[in-house]
C-alpha cells in the first residue's frame, strides 16, 4: 500500500529564505509523486509531479522537488520564500495508472516579513 | 483553464435533514470526478470516485446510502449527504479529470464546501 508521511506540521521561514519541507513516501510500486498546495478559499493546486523522469522535478512559483528513491523521500524547496507561499501544502502519491491520490496530512507554512 | 467550482462554500444545516453539494467543471468535460473528506488539521481521504453515467464507486467505510453522488452530465456532479448529523461536519472537495485530454490523469480541485450540521 502506498502511503506518505509529512515530516513537519507547521515550518515558519522569514521572507526571503529558503523553504524546505519534508515528505517521506511508502510505496510497492514505483510512484508518482506530487506537491498540492492549498491557499484559504481555493482549490488545491498543483505544484510539481515526478512521474519516473528526471529526479529533480522544477515546478511553478519557483518550487523543486527531489526524488530519491534510497532515502525514499521527495522534499520540497523553494530558494527565497515569499509572503504569497503561506500556505497548506500537501505531499501526495498514487500508483501509476491508478485513480487514486493518497495526500499527506499538511504542512502549514507560514512566512514572516 | 481547468476550472472546478463548487456550491456552495459553506452551508449550515439541522440534524436531520440532508444537504446536497454541486461540483461543476467550468471549462472542460470531466469523465471522472472525485469527492474527498478533509477534517481539520488532516488530510483530505478520498470518498468516492464517479464516472459520468455510472454509479460511483466508494470506498471502503463510505456509506453509500449517506453520501449519494450522482454525475449525470460531463460538468456536474452532486454529493448529497442524507439525514445528516454533527459527525458528518466537514470540508468536502471535489476533483474532476478529463482522461481523454492531454493531462490526462490530473486533477483539478474546486474550491470547498464547508458543512455544519447543527
Known amino acids: 500500500a502506498q502511503s506518505v508521511t509529512q515530516l513537519d506540521s507547521h515550518v515558519s521561514v522569514s521572507e526571503g529564505t529558503p523553504v524546505l519541507l519534508r515528505c517521506n513516501y511508502s510505496?510497492?510500486?514505483?510512484?508518482?509523486l506530487f506537491w498540492y498546495v492549498q491557499h484559504p478559499n481555493k482549490g488545491l493546486q498543483l505544484l510539481l509531479k515526478?512521474?519516473?523522469?528526471?529526479?529533480l522535478v522544477k515546478g511553478i512559483n519557483g518550487f523543486e522537488a527531489e526524488f530519491k528513491k534510497s532515502e525514499t523521500s521527495f522534499h520540497l524547496t523553494k530558494p527565497s520564500a515569499h509572503m504569497s507561499d503561506a500556505a497548506e501544502y500537501f505531499c501526495?502519491?498514487?500508483?501509476?495508472?491508478?485513480?487514486?491520490?493518497?495526500f499527506g496530512t499538511g504542512t502549514r507554512l507560514q512566512v514572516f516579513p | 483553464g481547468a476550472v472546478v467550482s463548487q456550491h456552495p462554500s459553506w452551508v449550515i444545516c439541522k440534524s436531520g435533514t440532508s444537504v446536497k453539494i454541486e461540483c461543476r467543471s467550468l471549462?472542460?468535460?470531466?469523465?471522472?470526478m472525485f469527492w474527498y473528506r478533509q477534517f481539520p488539521k488532516q488530510s483530505l481521504m478520498l470518498m468516492a470516485t464517479?464516472?459520468?453515467?455510472?454509479?460511483?464507486?466508494?470506498e471502503q467505510g463510505v456509506e453509500k446510502d449517506k453520501f449519494l453522488i450522482n454525475h449525470a452530465s460531463l460538468t456536474l456532479s452532486t454529493l448529497t449527504v442524507t439525514s445528516a448529523h454533527p459527525e458528518d461536519s466537514s470540508f468536502y472537495i471535489c476533483?474532476?479529470?478529463?482522461?481523454?485530454?492531454?493531462?490526462?490523469?490530473?486533477?483539478?480541485f474546486g474550491p470547498g464546501t464547508r458543512l455544519t450540521v447543527l
Open positions: 476533483s474532476a479529470r478529463d482522461i481523454r485530454g492531454a493531462r490526462g490523469y490530473e486533477q483539478f
Open positions: 510505496s510497492s510500486y514505483s510512484p508518482s
Open positions: 515526478y512521474t519516473s523522469a528526471a529526479t
Open positions: 501526495v502519491v498514487s500508483s501509476l495508472g491508478t485513480d487514486k491520490l493518497i
Open positions: 471549462d472542460f468535460q470531466a469523465t471522472t
Open positions: 464517479s464516472n459520468e453515467g455510472s454509479k460511483a464507486t466508494y
